[in-house]
Nanobody
Framework: QVQFVESGGGLVQPGGSLRLSCAAP????????MGWYRQAPGKERELVSS???????NYVESVKGRFTISRDIAKNTMTLQMNGLKPEDAALYYC?????????WGQGTQVTVSS
């Protein structure tokens, strides 16, 4: 594995939930910080949430209280639990180090929120 691999996206109704998973290309603690990014058509890529190797978390204001970032150390993965999804959350979601590494961008996982 030479890239981050995202999974868990799908089509949900407004107010629904999804849990995204991210398999890292190496030990997650080798990254000072990792995070979830998203990019909607015609928009710039946005860092949604991050977590440091100490466990400190950060969220963009628009998702605070709805999204939760976490790690599964045993599986060397990172997750993003998304609740109360809104149409404006629809995007292609990626995980990567923070700041992002050009070498590690994966294919992303698509989140679609119907209305």
């Amino acid at each position: 594995q030479v890239q981050f691999v995202e999974s868990g996206g799908g089509l949900v109704q407004p107010g629904g939930s999804l849990r995204l998973s991210c398999a890292a290309p190496r030990n997650i603690f080798s990254f000072a910080a990792m995070g979830w990014y998203r990019q909607a058509p015609g928009k710039e890529r946005e860092l949604v949430s991050s977590i440091t190797n100490r466990g400190s978390t950060n969220y963009v204001e628009s998702v605070k209280g709805r999204f939760t970032i976490s790690r599964d150390i045993a599986k060397n993965t990172m997750t993003l639990q998304m609740n109360g999804l809104k149409p404006e959350d629809a995007a292609l979601y990626y995980c990567n180090s923070v700041p992002g590494s050009r070498d590690y961008w994966g294919q992303g996982t698509q989140v679609t929120v119907s209305s």
